[in-house]
T-cell receptor, first 112, second 111 residues
Framework: DGGITQSPKYLFRKEGQNVTLSCEQN?????MYWYRQDPGQGLRLIYYSQIVNDFQKGDIAEGYSVSREKKESFPLTVTSAQKNPTAFYLCASSMSEEETQYFGPGTRLLVL | QKEVEQNSGPLSVPEGAIASLNCTYS??????FFWYRQYSGKSPELIMS????GDKEDGRFTAQLNKASQYVSLLIRDSQPSDSATYLCAVTWYNNNDMRFGAGTRLTVKP
């Protein structure tokens, strides 16, 4: 069963804590993306990766970090430097950077 | 700065009517255009993609692209209550590695 999985579905972060959101795909897609969505707003790009061991900053990369050690995996770490992390985080993948992006189910991050 | 604009709505139509959703974008170097549907609390799902001027039909959905006027629209015929969702327009540009999204239009189809 091919697709994109994200975990956890809900994540709670304490002040000063780093948390990592998981994104895995078995679609054999080269490109992967992380977006942030705030209520009533569109998606904003945090980071993207076109190939393994390479990634680029998007519009709102400050306070976030990523890694791409495997083609299938693109985890996102929300660091303590991100002062307003409460949002819906969406991971997507595509065959290449010009192709249709398909989304995972999302992770909702809340601050305690 | 590449921008994608949508009327946030809400747009309300009666069941069985045609819903018309519009999107404008700022740069003529645009390449590909996408419409996604997003139910409340869920992730976006692709409805249609369109790459060249004109109309593209898929079931009850028709995407219309006019590059000269820099707009893309989505028509939903015979609207159903299950079509009630937020519709996101997305655009990619030549030699660019990201996809820009509009803020979305919230559609409500009333029985």
């Amino acid at each position: 069963d091919g697709g994109i999985t994200q975990s956890p579905k809900y994540l709670f972060r304490k002040e000063g804590q780093n948390v990592t959101l998981s994104c895995e795909q078995n679609l054999n897609h080269d490109a992967m993306y992380w977006y942030r969505q705030d209520p009533g707003q569109g998606l904003r790009l945090i980071y993207y990766s076109q190939i393994v061991n390479d990634f680029q900053k998007g519009d709102i990369a400050e306070g976030y970090s990523v890694s791409r050690e495997k083609k299938e995996s693109f985890p996102l770490t929300v660091t303590s430097a991100q002062k307003n992390p409460t949002a819906f985080y969406l991971c997507a993948s595509s065959m290449s950077e010009e192709e249709t992006q398909y989304f995972g189910p999302g992770t909702r991050l809340l601050v305690l | 700065q590449k921008e994608v604009e949508q009327n946030s709505g809400p747009l309300s139509v009666p069941e069985g009517a045609i819903a018309s959703l519009n999107c404008t974008y700022s740069d003529r170097g645009s390449q590909s255009f996408f419409w996604y549907r997003q139910y409340s609390g869920k992730s976006p799902e692709l409805i249609m993609s369109i790459y060249s001027n004109g109309d593209k039909e898929d079931g009850r959905f028709t995407a219309q692209l006019n590059k000269a006027s820099q707009y893309v629209s989505l028509l939903i015929r015979d609207s159903q209550p299950s079509d009630s969702a937020t519709y996101l327009c997305a655009v990619t540009w030549y030699n660019n590695n990201d996809m820009r999204f509009g803020a979305g239009t919230r559609l409500t189809v009333k029985p």
